[in-house]
Structure formats: C-alpha cells, structure tokens
C-alpha cells in the first residue's frame, strides 16, 4: 500500500491537469465531481496508508526516479512517510476535501468554475509533493507551487485590479523568504554535499557542534523561507490582503496548510535547529512578538476575513514558539487542531459572506444566532478552540505549548507570560467577533439557506475542532523526548482561567448595546492607538518607504541609465554602416566590376608584400 | 583505364548518361513531366553509384582525385541537386513554352559540379567550373516573363567572365613559376619556384584565389550576389546557393591543401582581410533587407566568410588537421541542409519572384509548417543550440581557438552577433499581425510540405543529434 503512496499527489495532479485542457467541455456537476472527488479519493488513499502506518510504523522511502545527475548531486523525485509526513498529509487531504466539498457550492455562481478546481487541485499537489519531499530540492519545488497556486487563487478574481495587487504582494513578500531559503539549501549542499533531508541531518550532526555558526546561518536562511510562508512578522504584512481571494482559499491555503509550511520546514529539520541555540532563540520570539502584534491588530479590525487572517498569524506565532522551545510535538499539534478550527472559522465566514451579499463587515451583520443556526455553532465551536476554551481541541495544544514554554530554563517564565497575554487577547477578539455578528440585532438580513455541502463539512470540522485533541500523533520516533516534568499546578490553573477571563471581558465589552466600550473608544487616546493597531502597526506603511518606493524610484532611475546609451550607440552605428554599405549595391554592373578589380588589387597587394616567416 | 577507375568514375558516368538520355528524349517526345523523372531518376542513380564507389580511393588520370571526400560532397551536391528538381516541378508551367532543356542544363550544372569537386588539376577545375557555371547562366534566366531573371543572369555571365579570366591568368602564372598544372605538381614545385621568383607565385595564387572568392561572393567580390539571388527563380537561386558554391568551396579547400599554398604567410593574410570584411560586410548588408532573397544572399556571404576562417586555420593546428577537415565538412554540410530549407520555404511562400518580406507577414498563423521550417532555419542560420548551424558554428570556434587566430575569432563572433538581429527579425515578421494583403494562407503545392518537413527534421537532427554525422565526417 505504502509504496504506492506517489498516487496520492497524482490524483489531484491529474485532475487538475485534466480540468486545464477540458474545462470547456466539462458540465458544472462533472466539474464539481473530479475536482472534489480527486482529492475524495487522495484522503481515502491517504486513510488507509495512515491505518497501514498505526500497526507498522516504520518508516517507508519511496524512489520513483533520480531527476539528474551531476557530479555529487543526485536529487531524486522520491517520498519519505514518517509520521509527521503523514500527519501533514491527514490535514492537506482531509481538510482540504471538506473545503473542495464546501467549494463546490460556494462558487456555485461563478463563471471560471473549472479554473477554480483546476488550482485548488494544483494545490493539493504541490502541498503534498511538499510534505512527501525526501530531499529538500523536491521540497523547493512544492514550497514554489504552492506559493504560484497562492498567488493564482488570491488574484482569483483578477478583474478587480486590487486583487492582482494583493495576489502580487503576497507572492513577492513570501518570494523574499524563498531567497533565503533557497540561499540556505544552496549553503547546505555545498557544505555538507547533499540535500537529502535524513542524510543532511545525520551529517549536520556530526560536522558541526552546537553553537558553530554555519548551522546558525543555514537555520536563520531556513528560517526566513520559513516566516515568509508562514506569515511572521515581519514579512507576515501579505496575509491579511490575501484574504482578497474567495474565502474557501483562504480556509485552505491561507489557514489550513500552506502558512502552516514553514512550521513543517522547521519540524522537518529540527535536528538542524539543534545544534544552533541561537537560531532556537530566534524562532521562539518571532512566534510570541508576531502573535502579540497580530492578536491586537485582530481586536481593531471590522472586516471578518482580516480577523481570522490576523488570527491566523497569530496562531502560527504560537507554532513557531513551540518549535523555538523544542516542544516540536506540540507544535505540529497545535498545527493539526488550528488547521480544524480555523479551517471551521473560515469556512463559517464563508457561508454568512455567501448568504450575506459578500458583506464582510462585522458591523453589518448581527443577530445571526436564529438565522443561521448551523454557522452559528460551527462559529461558536470554532471561537471556543480558538480562544481555548476547556475541553476543545485548541485547549489542548496551546496549553501543551505555554506549559513547555515554561519549563525552558532561560526565557521559559516571560514567554509564557506572554503566551497568555495573547490567549487572553485571542480570546477576547474571539468572542467579540461572536457576539458581535450573531447578537443584537439584526443588520442584514441573509438571502439563502446553505446546502448540504456547505452544512456537511463545517458540522464535521465542528466535531475535529472538539475531538481533535484526544488525537495522539504518531509523532515519538520523529522528535527527540522533551522534558516532561510536570510544571507547578498554579500555573496550570492560571492557564486554564485565562481565556475564560478573555471570554468574559469579550462579553462586558461587547455584548449588547455596549455602552461602556462605546464611551471609552471614543477617547482620542484610544482612537489613536486603535487606528495604530488597525493599520497592522504602520508596518506596511514603514515597507512601502524603506522597500517599495526605493525599488520604484530605482527602477525609474535605471529606465534611462547610461549603460543603455552605449548600445543604443551600436545599434545606430550598425544601421549606419548598414545604410552606407547598401548604397555600394547599386544594380551597376560597371560599378560592380570596378569593385571588383580594386578588390583584386588589394588582394594582390597583401598577398605579394613578401613575408619574412614565409615557407 | 582499369575497372576500380571505371567504378570510381561512375557517378561522373551516370551523370553524362542522363544527360544524354534528356536530350534523346527531347528530340523524340517533347514533354517535360517525362524529362522531369528522367532527371530524378538519373540523380538517385547517381547517388547508388557514389555508394558503390565509396570504397574505392583512387586517382584517375592527371585530371581527377576521387577519394571519399570527394564522394560524400558529390552526394551532398545530387542531394542539393533532387531538392532542387523537387522545387521546378511546376514552377514553368506558365512561363516557358519548352521546359525540358531546364531539365538538361540542371543536369549538366550537376555534372559540372561533381567534377569541380573531385578535381586535382586546373584543367579540371575550369572545366568543372565552367560546365556547371555556363549551365546556370542559361538556368537563371529561363523564365521568359520579366527582365529580373535575364538581368540576373546578364550580370552573373559578365561577371563571371571576368572571374573566370582572372582564374586562367592566375594559373598561368603559377604555371610560370612552377611547371606544373595538377595542384600536387604545383604543391611540390611551389617550393623551390618560390625561391627562384616568389612574386609570380603570390600573384598566381591570390589572383586564382579572387577568381574563386567570386564564385562564393566573398567581399569585395559579393556585389553580384543580391541581384542574381534576387532576379533568379528561387529554385534556381537554391542550386546556385548551395551547390555552386558548395562545390566552389571544395574545390578551393582541395587547391589550398593539395597545392601547399597554406604556406605562403602573405597569402594567408590576404585570405584573413577577405574573410573578416566578408563576415562584417555580407552581416551589415543583410541587417535591414528588406528583400528576403537578398538577405539570404548576403547572410551566404557572412558564412563562406566563416568557413573561410576554418581555411586559414588549417595550417596552424599542428597534428589535428583531422579537426579542420571535419569542422569544414560539417558547417558545409549544416550550411547548406539549411539552405536548402530555407530557400524551400521561400519558394513555397513567396512564389518564384517576389520575396519581399511582406509576404512573410503573420505566416505564423497562415501556414503554420512552413513558418516552423522557416524559423527553424533562421535559428540555424544564427547558430542556436538544438541546430544544424550551433554544431557547426561550435566546431569553428573550437577550431578557430586552437589555432589562436584572436582577429578572426573576434570577428566571427561579432558578426554572428550582428547576424542574429536580422536572422529574428524574419522570425518576428513571421508572428506578427498578418499584413492586410496576406489574409489567406499561402497554397503550398501538397508534396512540397513533406520536402520542407524533412529539410527541418534534418537540420534538427543534425543540430541535436549529430554524432551519427561527426562519425561519417570523422572517416572521411
């Protein structure tokens, strides 16, 4: 069965493929059938290799061909399934066929139908080819199409110009990060000979010792592919103008799977991470300063999609602070459950956006709570586990995370401080989103009902979201074993009690006609800081001055370099002589002749000049 | 005459046959569909023929060398020779009342060009030359209709008089000073004549080598080229571009070599002048051209300048003279397959006269397949990877560097530089918007399209597969 796993990312390959060259010809409905029922088929595969994998887990290697061979670097097209790998691969196939499923009826109306599933499909792939990759060149090549499947499907609706914009922003910010990345394979191959992942690791760990500084270089380089994809600060300004894609996307790759890539890339080379404190360092305070920062953007924003995308950087910003302090299991947990919740989460804006006259302001609706009754348990179920909340799945994981955060003897007590900073703030923007769309009264009302593929997968991820963190991981072979001594019992308490608090300020605050909150906005103080706080920190204001306007300027200066000056001066040097030499081709055959003879002449001129070297 | 020297003479024989046999016919059944197979039948003999006599190597006479290097170019030229009759079929339908004597004059032009190829003496070689010239002059300006073709051929008979004349004048001072007429016999005397009187040796060789630029429009002898291209019927100008000068070059590598005129510093000088300002001169010229013909026939011009290059290169390699003959072999051969290819799209497209470049407009869109050939032929022309001229032109430089000719080098490459702008403008003109007069598609006559598929596929084999060639050469 394992060995024929290479099928699972040709399924939707092939679909996609297929979707390309035949969607004229294709109905709606058989549209719908292949480009839902490939990646159906992928998460059933996927399933039964998953079963196959609980009673044997040993590791398989899957060689298809070697791509090339030049001298040491052999890269081969070949899979590894481990259990991370194959935990990967349950979300990307098992969430993304409930999104392929919710999609169906979401772009019901729209007229690029096949083109849509055609990407989405695409996308799956390359999300796999990610995750099998055995070596990190195949890794490059899904991490690449998965962002050009990114970039097709922000800009989806590319008739609206702003859309291309954001699609442009998210693909060259992200862009910014693959050239340190791919800086870092480039240094890693020609310092230890070979981009095979298992390989590499085994030979990083017996070259270089901790605290060398080439494994702190190729960590930093790593890394900086990994937040450009993952969306931390600072080149995490793409994701919120990503949103500009339809909303099922953004549940899948902008949630779900693709930002959560560079918390693969980082799990997946952990052993590297190892050996470099420093580089551990910094991945633990990018996650906790990111998910601080987009927590409170997340509290000021009114566009429902620009919450959940706040949210979700927020989130990975939990992630990346799991894998800065070596709890990797947690991590790629609390990857898996906020891959059910948020996919849940957007996928619920999805459908009031879709019943609502694409309205996305949260000030606009309200009230939901009876006339959607199915969104507004999916929403609730979905904020719960965002926020925390006892018993859900996102409870598990996060207290997984601050509570290893705590044991880490250097920083462990600040950034679990700040850890529950952010939950308490997650919390409160949470619920606020909660009581303000489906509370009080009602401000829009929705046209439609939502069907069953619509109702069908946010009931199942409501149930992921709440029994997902019973799951336990097949991930013990994968990671080394964290300190598992049990931290005091009070700070267990207080982190339970944390997001309730959250939960109850969110309800002070904003349930109902929220007098209070009205009245103290309205201070100037506040307004200001909420208009800071809104605009994401100024920080794409502060990119396009130190990035964006130099570039353009710069461009605009070498429109007209100097450099072009000199070869537009052959240009018009070459089409002179040009012009010159053809007015010698008059037609005369007198002239013709004459030339003729001069030629002669010279010939016999230079050749009869005797040479003292000749014979 | 033993029965090797019988065998080795065959194709020279079979040739005569033929030719022979269509003037028999024309003076019993006058018609030109008959003639026409006749032809085609005597050229495929006459390739058997060269097959059989592949194994044999042998002078014949004073007159002729035959040696596999001079079969395999005979082949080549009957090749050039069956595209060429390919291309006529039908092009006198309506202008010439008698077609068969085209037939006949091609014929002989072949025959005249086998002979130039396998010459070892100057009689040879003016005999050779001048049967296969005397025969084209009457081939350009068959078509009756129209002074350009009867201009065309007025200015290449004139010219080439005076070509041939300067060729017979140069003979007979190497004569002077050596004694001898075959290019062995001068090759061993030019030595000890060099001593006794070495200008009438420098003045033989370089007024014979002038004579024979003309023939391959080197510059400054290339002023007829455009006109006689231009006016000729294109299949016409198909034969003269690669057979003529095809067999022309041979001939003149063989004089080179076996004359020992290599030796002469000064004389190799006045050949690296000619070669550079042929490289420079025929790329300008071509740069703007709006006349598609004219254009092949100066790019004709910047390439017998390239091959040129390898000439003067010959003598400074030392023990890998093998390299220089097969560096020679191949661009020849690359040179004209795409020649051939070329011309045949232009035959096809722009019909028999026009060739201006209008009618190339958008033909992208209105003949896809002869646009491809079209363009595969121009990449080859410019020296792109994946084709015939890549190889080729891959092998010069090889060459030219071993023999560290630094001028000659530079020069090539600057005018393949050059070169590439007016090769990819025909292209760009080919995917451009179709001009208003060209909406149709052009009628390519249906067994024309096979002809100019194979020339493509061949100048794409050669270019992406060409150890099976090099080997061939290499045995040469």
């Not at chain 1, 909660?434 to 009902?449: H, M, N, S």
């Not at chain 1, 049990?486 to 982190?495: F, G, L, M, T, Y």
């Amino acid at each position: 069965m394992r060995d024929f796993v290479w099928f699972i990312p040709l399924l939707p390959l092939a679909s996609s493929v297929l979707l390309m060259i035949a969607s004229s010809r294709l109905t709606r409905r058989s549209v719908a059938l292949l480009g839902v029922g490939s990646v159906g088929l992928a998460a059933v595969l996927t399933g039964a290799v998953a079963l196959e994998f609980l009673s044997d887990s040993t590791p398989v290697e899957v060689t298809l061909w070697t791509w090339m061979k030049i001298d040491s670097l052999a890269p081969r097209i070949s899979f590894y399934i481990d259990g991370l790998t194959l935990v990967m691969m349950c979300v990307i196939t098992g969430v993304g066929f409930l999104i392929h499923l919710f999609s169906s009826e979401f772009m019901q109306d729209d007229d690029s139908y096949a083109r849509y599933f055609a990407y989405l499909n695409m996308f799956i792939a390359a999300m796999l080819i990610l995750v099998l990759a055995d070596n990190l060149l195949l890794l490059y090549l899904g991490w690449e199409g998965v962002g050009v499947c990114s970039y097709l499907l922000v800009g989806f609706w590319y008739r609206d110009s702003a859309n291309g914009r954001a699609a442009r922003k998210a693909f060259i910010v992200t862009r910014i990060g693959d050239t340190a990345m791919l800086i870092g394979l480039l240094l890693l191959l020609t310092e230890l000979g070979t981009l095979n992942i298992r390989t590499l690791m085994q030979v990083a760990s017996e070259q270089w010792s901790i605290g060398d500084s080439l494994p702190t270089i190729a960590c930093l380089l790593l890394l900086g592919g990994a937040i450009g994809k993952s969306a931390q600060f600072p080149l995490h300004t793409w994701l919120p103008d990503a949103m500009a894609g339809p909303t099922p996307v953004s549940a899948l790759i902008h949630a779900a799977t693709m930002v959560t890539a560079g918390v693969y890339l980082i799990a997946r080379t952990h052993d590297l991470f190892l050996l470099s404190p420093s580089a551990m360092h910094t991945v633990a305070f990018i996650g906790i300063a990111t998910s601080l920062m987009a927590a409170g953007t997340a509290l000021v924003q009114s566009d429902i999609k620009r919450i959940l995308a706040y949210s979700t950087i927020s989130q990975i910003g939990y992630m990346f602070l799991a894998l800065g302090v070596g709890a990797w299991t947690a991590g790629v947990f609390h990857l898996m459950t906020h891959a059910f919740f948020k996919a849940l989460l957007f996928l619920g804006s999805g459908a009031i956006i879709h019943c609502l006259h694409h309205e996305h302001n949260i000030f606009k609706m309200g009230g939901l709570r009876t006339r959607m009754p199915i969104t507004f348990w999916s929403f609730l179920i979905g904020s719960a586990a965002l926020a925390a909340l006892p018993m859900t799945a996102g409870f598990f994981s996060k207290d997984l995370i601050l509570l290893q955060a705590y044991q880490r003897p250097d920083f462990g007590p600040w950034l679990w401080g700040a850890g529950l900073l952010g939950a308490l703030i997650t919390a409160i923007y949470s619920f606020r989103l909660v009581f303000i769309v489906f509370f009080g009264d009602a401000k829009t009302e929705p046209d439609r009902e939502i069907g069953w593929q619509m109702a069908l997968p946010l009931t199942v991820l409501c149930a992921l979201s709440i029994i997902g963190g019973y799951f336990s991981l097949p991930l013990a072979d994968v990671f080394p074993l964290v300190n598992a001594e049990h931290p005091p019992h009070w700070v267990e308490i207080i982190s339970i009690s944390v997001p309730l608090l959250g939960v109850f300020l969110a309800y002070i605050g904003f349930y109902g006609q929220r007098p209070r909150i009205d009245s103290w906005t309205k201070t100037p103080l506040v307004q200001r800081v909420g208009q800071f706080l809104r605009s994401g920190w100024r920080l794409d204001e502060v990119f396009d001055r130190i990035a964006v306007k130099p570039y353009y300027n710069l461009a605009n200066a070498l429109q007209n370099e100097p450099i072009d000056r000199f070869y537009e001066a052959i240009v018009r040097l070459n089409q002179a002589i040009h012009r010159h030499l053809s007015a010698t081709q008059s037609g005369r055959m007198r002239w013709y002749i004459t030339s003729m003879m001069v030629g002669l002449i010279a010939t016999l001129g230079v050749a009869m000049k005797i040479a003292p070297g000749a014979i | 005459m033993n029965s090797d020297q019988l065998l080795v003479l065959s194709p020279i024989i079979s040739l005569s046959l033929t030719a022979l046999i269509l003037m028999i016919q024309a003076s019993i059944k006058r018609d030109h569909r008959i003639a026409w197979w006749i032809s085609t039948l005597g050229l495929l003999t006459t390739l058997l023929s060269i097959y059989s006599a592949s194994n044999f190597s042998q002078d014949v006479g004073p007159l002729l060398k035959v040696d596999a290097w001079g079969l395999w170019f005979s082949a080549l030229l009957i090749f050039c020779a069956l595209i060429t009759l390919a291309l006529s079929r039908d092009i006198f339908h309506t202008q010439a009342d008698t077609k068969e004597e085209y037939y006949l004059l091609l014929i002989l032009s072949t025959l005249g060009a086998v002979v130039l190829v396998q010459a070892a003496h100057t009689a040879s070689l003016l005999l050779g030359m001048e049967l296969m010239g005397i025969a084209l002059y009457a081939m350009i300006a068959f078509p009756k209709s129209g002074d350009l073709p009867l201009e065309a051929a007025v200015k290449y008979l004139v010219l080439s008089a005076c070509a041939s004349a300067m060729l017979l004048f140069g003979f007979a001072l190497l004569y002077g000073a050596t004694g001898d007429l075959s290019f062995a016999g001068m090759g061993a005397k030019a030595a000890s004549g060099y001593l006794n009187n070495p200008l009438l040796v420098l003045a033989g060789a370089a007024i014979v080598l002038a004579g024979m630029g003309f023939k391959l429009s080197l510059v400054p002898f290339h002023m007829w080229t455009p006109d006689v291209y231009q006016g000729a019927p294109t299949a016409v100008t198909t034969f003269l571009a690669t057979l003529s000068k095809g067999a022309m070059f041979v001939a003149m590598v063989r004089l080179i070599l076996d004359g020992q005129l290599y030796r002469y510093e000064s004389l190799m000088n006045a050949l690296s002048v000619v070669a550079v300002a042929s490289m420079l001169v025929g790329n300008w010229l071509a740069l703007r051209q709006q006349q598609i013909k004219r254009l092949i026939a100066y790019s004709s011009t910047a390439h017998f300048g390239y091959l040129l290059v390898a000439i003067i290169a010959l003598p400074h390699l030392g023990d890998t003279q093998q390299l220089g003959r097969a560096a020679i072999s191949f661009y020849l051969v690359a040179y004209i397959v795409t020649t051939l290819a070329a011309l045949t799209v232009i035959a096809n497209v722009g019909g028999e006269e026009d060739s201006d470049m209008q009618a190339f407009d958008g033909l992208f869109w209105r003949h896809p397949a002869q646009a491809i050939t079209l363009a595969v032929a121009m990449l080859s022309f410019a020296g792109i990877p994946l084709t015939a001229g890549f190889m080729g032109k891959f092998y010069l430089i090889t060459l030219t560097l071993n023999a560290q000719l630094w001028l000659l080098l530079g020069t090539l490459m600057i005018g393949s530089a050059i070169a590439i702008y007016y090769y990819l403008r025909v292209i760009f003109t080919m995917s451009a918007e179709p001009h208003q007069l060209n909406k149709g598609s052009p009628t390519v006559l249906g067994w024309r399209n096979p002809v100019a598929l194979l020339l493509m596929l061949a100048v794409l084999a050669i270019g992406s597969w060409p150890q099976p060639l090099i080997d061939l050469i290499g045995r040469l």
